[in-house]
């Protein structure tokens, strides 16, 4: 198992669009500097949305999580999967004497462990390019805050943000995971993530409009039932200094990790027919 682990990570980096992926980390950094920096302009340096160089990190993740990286990883995930099986290559790793399902846990394995690589990557260079885009003060407030934080605690505030945030992924992934080995084609595997991705995004803002007849704790544990939601405000709301949702939240993400899990491995076990 850990020569196949090891064969699914190199496969997964001998293709382009992964070096392209690092190599983006700066520009879209760069990208969200400057509409921040743009942002600066209308705000005055007391609210927790003005960006410094110590709030950049958690800033240009909020930015960027819940539409770039999902983007991101649903067309890795249809890659390494559906591509793969589409084109073959998966019938020549099981040619040496591997199982499906050890393949397929193998490529969750490698494509888990590449995400991570990718939140740290995206940590550091958000730092590098926050203190050299941005005003370093000693200390600045946080959302749903009220006092300030100096340097060190804003440090584990936007680790366990960045913490959050993958775990938010990992519930992504085990969703477009399952969709991808489901799928025959490619073009069925990125049709249906889409779907997804965009159906999770349209029912939270549908929902806003019959918030009058419901509560707020219901109208919010119905809202956070969406992923991209919890990535968007949720994370935010955990980490107030009166935190909210926390166990819902990570309930939610939970159940579609256990949930879409259970699935693909059904999936695997009964979708012979899939190779």
Known sequence: MKELLVAEWERLWKRKVAWLTFLLVPVVLLVASSYLQKQNGALTVDLPQYTFAGNFPVLSLAEMLFTVFNAMFLVFITLVVTEEYRSGQLRMVMMRSYSFKEIILAKAIALLLFNLLFFITYFCVSYAI????????????????????????????????????????????????????????????????????????????????????????????????????????????????NPQFVGWNVGVLGFYILFFGGLTYVAIRKKESFL
């Open 130 to 241: 926050g203190f050299l885009m941005f005003e370093h003060p000693q200390s600045y407030f946080v959302f749903y805050h009220n006092h300030v934080f100096n340097i060190k605690e804003a440090l584990v505030y936007n680790l366990a943000f960045y913490g959050y945030a993958y775990l938010t992924t990992i519930a992504i992934c085990c969703v477009l995971f399952f969709i991808s080995v489901i799928s025959k084609t490619t073009t069925t595997a990125v049709g249906i993530g889409v779907a997804f991705i965009l159906i999770s995004f349209s029912y939270p803002t549908l929902l806003r409009g019959f918030r009058q007849w419901m509560s707020e704790e219901l109208f919010g544990q119905l809202f956070f039932t969406s992923v991209p939601m919890i990535q968007w405000q949720g994370i935010t709301v955990m980490m107030a200094e």
